[in-house]
C-alpha cells in the first residue's frame, strides 16, 4: 500500500476539477469533425487554463551560510512558493487542516544545505561546473551529490518502488514542488523523467542536487500556471527508501482504485498536453490496478467495490479508446470500446464510437446495430445521426443524400434500419419548363412571321 503523501500541497483547481470530470469523453463531437473527442470541462474553465497565481509569499532560505559576507547574503535570492501548487502525484490530502498546515511555509526540507547552488547561482552557470555529474549521455541532467550515502548500501532499479523526499525550484527560486514522502515506481511515468533517472544513480539515504533541462522536466509546453514553457528545474532530493513494487491483488480493494485513480489522472494530465502516446500507457496502467479477484467478493460492501471497480474501469477504456483514436490506432480502439460495451452495453459513447470505427472499416452491418441502439439510447445526439447518415450514404454507394431528410430517430424500431426521405422535387419539373420555353419561342416567330407578312 503505498502511504499517502504527508507534505502534498494544493493542486491546482484545474487538475481538481479534471479528477471530477474528465473521467468520462464527450461524443458530440467527432474525429471528423475537426476536434475530436475532448475531455470534458465544466463551463466557465478556459482550454488553456488560465489561472494566474496570486501574489507569491517570500522567506529567508534557512541553513547555515557558507563562508559568506553581508553582501553575499544579501545578493541571494529568497525561497517563494506559489499558492497554485500541482504536485507530482495526484492524491488527496487527507484533510484540510493537514492542507493549511502544508501550506503555511515555503522553508526547505534541506535547511542544512542551503547552498549557493540552490540559492544564487544560474542555472546555466551550474550546467558548466566542472563538480557536477552527468547522469545521461546527451549532458541534459546533471547531479551533484550533497549527502553520499555507504556504497553497500541498496539501489533501487526499474521497476521497483521508491520514496523520496524532494523539492523543486525555477531559476528564480520559486518553489513548484514539495513533498517529504513521495512514493512511486521507477518507470511508470508518475513522475517526471528527470527524478526517475535520478534515482537509478542514487544509493539508499543519498542527498543530491539534480539539474533538469527542460526536456527532462515539462518541455516545450510546460505546467500551467506555475512552470512556464522550456523551464529548466532545480531539484534537491533524498533517496529514503527502496523496495518491490507491491502486487496489486495482494492490496485491498480501496487501494487499487486509489492507485488506479492516480493513474488515470496521470493519463487525462498527459491527453490535456496532447500527449496521446504516454496517456494511453497511463491508462493501461490504471486498467492493471483496476482489478479485483475472487476472494474479493463476499459482502455486500465487496459487492459494492466490485461495481466501483468496473465503473472505473469503463472511464480508463473510455479514455484509452480516444486516445487510441488520436494516434490513428483503430483496431485498438475498437477493441477497448468493445470491452467496455461488455462491462456496460448500454454505454453511448463506446457505441458511437464502435460504429464509427466499424463504418470506416465497411462493416455496415454491424456498424449499423451499434449506432442504431446509441441513437435509440440518445435520439438527440447530432452525432449520432451524423454518422448515421454517413453510413447510409456510403452503404448506397456514395450518392450524394445533401437534400434527402433522415426518418425521425423515435420512430424506428430495433430491427428497422433507419432510411432516408427523397426530396419532393423531380426531374419532370426541369422537363415542362424547356417544353414551355420552346412553345413560346415557336409562337413569337410565328407572330413576326405574320406581321412582316401583312406589311408587305
Known sequence: MEPQSCCEEHKDPMLREVRDTTCELTVMV???????????????????????????????????????????????????????WKMVRFQEPASEVDVLERDSSAES?????????????????????????????????RKKVLGPAPSSAPRPIWGQQVTVKMQAVLEDRTVVEKDCKLVFIVGEGDVSQALEECVLSMHKGEIALLLADSQYAYGPVGREPD?????????????????????????????????????????????????????????????????????DAGDGGAREEEREVRDYRVKCLNNLATAQLKLEQYNEALHASRDVLALDPNNVKALYRAGKILSDLSKYKEAMELLKKALKLEPTTKAIHAELSKLVTRQSGGKSTREWKAKPAEVLGENIAPFLLPSKQTTWSISWKLILGALVVALGSLVT????????
Open 109 to 141: 526540507l534541506f535547511p542544512e544545505y542551503a547552498l549557493e547552488e540552490w540559492t544564487v547561482i544560474s542555472f546555466e552557470k551550474l550546467f558548466l561546473k566542472e563538480d557536477w555529474q552527468f547522469i545521461t549521455d546527451d549532458r541534459l541532467l
Open 449 to 456: 412571321s405574320v406581321v412582316l407578312t401583312a406589311r408587305t
Open 30 to 84: 467527432g474525429p471528423e469533425e475537426g476536434k475530436g473527442e475532448e475531455l470534458k470541462k465544466d463551463e466557465g474553465e478556459s482550454a488553456g487554463g488560465d489561472i494566474t497565481p496570486e501574489n507569491t509569499e517570500t522567506r529567508n532560505s534557512s541553513g547555515p551560510e557558507r563562508e559568506g559576507s553581508e553582501t553575499r547574503c544579501q545578493g541571494r535570492r529568497e525561497l517563494k512558493k506559489t499558492n497554485s
Open 227 to 295: 512552470i512556464p514553457a522550456r523551464s529548466p528545474l532545480l531539484y534537491q532530493l533524498q533517496l529514503l527508501d527502496v523496495g518491490d513494487k507491491p502486487d496489486p491483488l495482494n492490496l485491498p480493494v480501496s487501494d487499487r482504485i486509489r492507485i488506479g485513480n492516480q493513474k488515470r489522472e496521470r493519463g487525462n494530465f498527459h491527453f490535456q498536453r496532447e500527449e496521446f502516446s504516454m496517456a494511453a500507457r497511463a491508462y493501461c496502467m490504471a486498467l492493471d490496478v483496476l482489478t479485483t479477484c475472487g476472494r
